[in-house]
């Protein structure tokens, strides 16, 4: 089984550009997640979708988009890259219901200069 | 809101000795509770969860970690580190439902020939 599949694995960006991180998952659940993790912060929530149709903010939503394109896929948009936002970004889905392990992604590491 | 305290960033233990990994969670319905490892330039994956059944939980690569409602924390302890155990440890807390993992900031841990 793949998993969780992010693509791209790396990414370089200059300020300003836009950029669509994607997500897919084969394991048939329900919700799925978007965090960044940078050096001494842990993992930080983005967004999520508790099932498919829905979107909700996490803890640092701005400067991110997100689109639950069905229930496999969960992407992640920069409209307008900034430096503050050179990060590793990982995807995570679970079943979402009782049972709340989240299975992740390998990640992204974006790099905007 | 949940949340997660893990003490000390770094953590640093000769080869053989006990490993013993500190986390504090706050939760206002009874918790789920996660301990994930990440390699350097991999993503996370889970070593143990806890989801209110027996309050000592083993999970793989022979650790353990204890559920202790009184004191609020999920400690997670290895009799004997092997150089292999060398990564970042996240502690994670869940109320539940749809609601996400909140995690802590990471400890890494050293482990000294």
């Known amino acids: 089984n793949a998993g969780v599949t992010q693509t791209p694995k790396f990414q370089v960006l200059k300020t300003g550009q836009s950029m669509t991180l994607q997500c897919a998952q084969d394991?048939?659940?329900?919700?799925m997640y978007w965090y960044r993790q940078d050096p001494g912060m842990g993992l930080r929530l983005i967004y999520y979708?508790?099932?498919?149709?829905?979107?909700d903010k996490g803890e640092v939503p701005n400067g991110y988009n997100v689109s639950r394109l069905n229930k496999r896929e969960f992407s992640l948009r920069l409209e307008s890259a900034a430096p503050s936002q050179t990060s590793v970004y990982f995807c995570?889905?679970?079943?979402?219901?009782?049972?709340?392990?989240?299975?992740f992604g390998q990640g992204t590491r974006l790099t905007v200069v | 809101a949940q949340s997660v305290t893990q003490l000390g960033s770094h953590v640093s233990v000769s080869e053989g000795a006990l490993v013993l990994l500190r986390c504090n969670y706050s939760?206002?319905?009874?918790?789920?509770l996660f301990w994930y490892v990440q390699y350097p330039n991999q993503g996370l994956q889970l070593l143990l969860k806890?989801?209110?059944?027996?309050?000592l939980v083993k999970g793989i690569n022979g650790f353990e970690a204890e559920f202790k409602k009184s004191e609020t924390s999920f400690h997670l302890t290895k009799p004997s580190a092997h150089m292999s155990d060398a990564a970042e440890y996240f502690c994670?807390?869940?109320?539940?439902?749809?609601?996400?993992?909140?995690f802590g900031k990471g400890t890494r841990l050293s482990v000294i020939a």
């Open positions: 995570a889905s679970s079943v979402g219901w009782k049972n709340t392990e989240a299975f």
């Open positions: 394991m048939n659940h329900n919700s």
């Open positions: 979708s508790a099932s498919e149709g829905t979107t």
């Open positions: 939760s206002s319905v009874p918790p789920y």
């Open positions: 806890y989801t209110s059944a027996a309050t």
């Open positions: 994670a807390v869940s109320e539940g439902g749809n609601t996400p993992l909140v």
